[in-house]
């Protein structure tokens, strides 16, 4: 049993580096149009770079909820925040459009070995095992650090350059895994499960997990294309600077840091879930489309709302995985990894599909088309049961 103070030290690792984790998965795209000109590329490159990125953030997910139900989660946590830092440190030594490809597949990989494991231990550390808190501290964290990485690094990569700005990231990242590997408890030896494979098809086709995961892809196209493509847009179509582009992408993350944690405590209480995450999709829809509107105002509404709607959305989503789980306990984190898998391998395509649209024929198209896609994600939604319960 572990005592007040331990549990506070555990938790606050986690959550710092949670904080960093988020840090690390967007400061690339705020950066990119101070990289982009020292690496010769524009928009297009954005597009490749942020694809490989969700391409091992989402493939890897279930391998790493696969092994965090072999080896227990802290092992996976601790092995994915040093991939993904030193990834990032690699990234800032980089000369080419290819080799930032290829390392940010590889934060990529990283931080899907991190979150799902990550839930289930801050799940257990909660007095109560709430899943809707959890996953709503989580997000929250998640939040606090993608306003940093937006704004905040921004500000860093402009005074210092963006190779340093980097190091820094990375540099504390690696900070972060060796403190979750000295304050948090360590997985059980012996009380782990093998991983059979009538519990893997179980987790594998759920209908209900499967249509879960196919519906928060939705939610993957306003956060991949505000926090990836805001500041490239703000700076290149709309004249504003980069610190205040990305002041305005940052609110996407800001605002999440106040309706994650209540989207987590509406999750615990509410009974209609389908039903808010149908209205949570349609205003993504919305948000979307209000960006085609070329203004600075526009796209800072769009921004706030994108952020109102994500809090509340990738909440219900992570801790819907854990409650409709039929697997048995030991396999919740593979059916968060699950849904987080589809939901970001799918986020490949509207960094592409965005930065296509956006280079042959304009920025407006871009964001309506990407409102308009977004619309069809709202069938998974309506084709669920209404209560997400075990």
Known sequence: MLSSAQRTKALGSLIFARVIYAVNWVNVGAIFYLMGSDLGVGISGLGTVTATFYLGLGVMQLPGGLLAAKWGPKRVVVIGIFLSSLSVLGTS??????????????????????????????????RGGKSGMGVGLLNSAFDVGGMLGIFGWVVIATVTGWRPSLMLSGGMGVLTGLLVAV????????????????????????????LLGLGTMGFGIIYTEVSGFMTLYGVNFLGASGIVSSLVASLLTVVPIFTALWGGRAFDFASRHRTIMVLSMLGSAGALALTAYP????AAVSSALGGIIIGVGYTFAFAGARELNRAGKEYESLAVAWVNSISLTGSVFPSIFFSYVAESFGYGDAWLWSGLLT???????VLMVEKWRR
Do not use: N
């Open 93 to 126: 030594v980089s000369t080419s459009l290819a080799e930032v490809a290829v390392l940010r597949f590889l934060v990529g990989w990283g931080m899907a070995f991190v979150f799902a494991p990550a839930v289930i231990m801050v799940s257990g550390l909660l």
């Open 183 to 210: 304050f948090t408890p360590s997985d059980r030896d012996g009380a782990l499960p093998r991983v059979d494979r009538s519990s893997l098809r179980t987790v594998i086709f759920d209908k209900q997990l499967v």
């Open 295 to 298: 203004s600075l105002a526009a």
């Open 375 to 381: 619309l069809a994600f709202v069938v998974p939604f």
